[in-house]
């Protein structure tokens, strides 16, 4: 699983010319499912993900999580950031989860959100998206779920 994570000022999500997520000051997250992720490596990408502390505090140092600044998410399945460009110039997402399945594990880590997070809004699995974004910093980290949580156990 690779979560892509981007502080935001704010950022919003159209499909079909309608706006159908949308937040102020948070995260925006490209959510990438392969094809072995389960809800355990779920979960604990998640409790990375909602953990970090990525915002400043008085003094400008990174310090304050998304909690502490009432911050809000925005959860985007992006099944390209399963692409494998080691051989020709077009990708193969060979890695990434089938549809059903990483429909199902997008649903997850969305209701695993709303469990905690105070606002969390969503794009449409498989929908043509367009996503607008105001970067932070611009402030983006990846998590990678073979990093995080290599033989399944959190680091």
Avoid: H, W
């Avoid at 499909?15 to 355990?40: C, E, H, M, N, R």
């Amino acid at each position: 699983m690779r979560f892509v994570i981007q502080r935001v000022s704010s950022a919003s999500v159209t499909i079909d010319g309608a706006v159908t997520g949308k937040i102020g000051q948070g995260f925006l997250v490209l959510v990438g499912v392969a094809q072995t992720d389960t809800k355990i490596v779920a979960d604990k990408m998640i409790r990375k993900m909602l953990g970090l502390r990525i915002f400043g505090d008085e003094e400008g140092k990174t310090n304050l999580g998304l909690a502490d600044v009432d911050g809000e998410l925005l959860l985007v399945s992006q099944f390209t950031l399963y692409a494998d460009c080691k051989k020709g110039n077009r990708p193969s997402f060979i890695q990434a989860g089938k549809p059903d399945m990483a429909n199902e594990m997008y649903e997850y880590i969305i209701s695993e959100c709303r469990k905690t997070a105070k606002i969390v809004e969503t794009g449409s699995f498989g929908a043509d998206m367009k996503v607008e974004l105001l970067n932070d910093g611009p402030f983006t980290i990846l998590l990678d779920s073979e990093e995080i949580c290599p033989g399944d156990s959190i680091q």
